[in-house]
C-alpha cells in the first residue's frame, strides 16, 4: 500500500511538473508570436507614415511634424477640416477662424494604422466630400464655461447624431454637403 501511495504522489508530482513545463512552453510560444506581431504592426506604422508624408503638401508636413495634425479642404464646400492622429472621431471642423465647430468620425471597421487613416481621410475629403460626408457622423461642438466637448458628451445632449452604417437621411441637423 506503501507502494502504491509513492507511486500516486510521483505521478501527481510528476503531472503537475509536466503542465508547469507545458504552460512554460506555450507561454514562450504565445511571447514570440506576440512579439512577432508587434514587430510586423510597427513596420505596418512606418510604411504608413511614410506613404502619408508622400501625400501631404510641404505646408500639411511642416503641421503634421509641429502640431500631430493637418488641415484639408473639402473638393465641394471649400470648408477646412483638421486631420489629427487618431483611430476615430479625429476629423475636426473648423469656422473660417480655425475654431472648431464640429467632428466627423469615420474610421475602419478593424485595425489600420492611423497614418493609414489619416491619408484615407485627406483623400476622401479632397476628392468626394460629399460621399466622405455622407458615411460619417457628426457630432457637433457645445459651448460650455469651462471647456468645448463634443455633442455627444453627454448622451443627452441635443444634436448627437447616431445612425446605422447604411441608413440614408438628409442629414438636415449636420452642416454636411447637400
Same mark, same amino acid.
Given at each position: ?40 504592426? !510597427?513596420?505596418? =506604422? +512606418? %510604411? @504608413? ?5 508622400? /501625400? ?5 508636413? #511642416? ?61 476622401? !475629403?479632397?476628392? =468626394? +466630400? %460629399? @460621399? ?5 457622423? /457628426? ?5 460650455? #464655461? ?33
Amino acid at each position: 500500500m506503501d507502494a502504491e501511495l509513492l507511486a500516486a504522489a510521483a505521478t501527481a508530482v510528476l503531472a503537475t511538473l509536466g503542465a508547469a513545463l507545458l504552460g512554460l512552453i506555450l507561454a514562450e510560444a504565445l511571447g514570440r508570436l506576440n512579439d512577432r506581431a508587434r514587430r510586423k504592426r !510597427l513596420l505596418a =506604422d +512606418e %510604411r @504608413a507614415r511614410a506613404l502619408l508624408r508622400e /501625400w501631404l503638401s510641404p505646408a500639411q508636413i #511642416a503641421q503634421y511634424d509641429r502640431d500631430g495634425h493637418f488641415e484639408v479642404t473639402g473638393c465641394h464646400s471649400g470648408r477646412r477640416y483638421r486631420i489629427r492622429a487618431a483611430q476615430n472621431m479625429n476629423i475636426d471642423q473648423l469656422d473660417a477662424s480655425g475654431v472648431r465647430t464640429g467632428v466627423w468620425c469615420v474610421g475602419p471597421a478593424a485595425y489600420l494604422p492611423v497614418a493609414d487613416i489619416m491619408l484615407t481621410q485627406k483623400l476622401a !475629403l479632397e476628392t =468626394d +466630400e %460629399r @460621399a466622405a460626408l455622407a458615411v460619417a457622423n /457628426w457630432h457637433p461642438v457645445h459651448a460650455r #464655461a469651462e471647456a468645448f466637448t463634443l455633442g455627444w458628451e453627454p448622451m443627452a445632449a441635443e444634436g448627437a447624431r447616431r445612425r446605422p452604417r447604411g441608413a440614408s437621411d438628409a442629414r438636415a441637423e449636420s452642416p454636411g454637403l447637400r
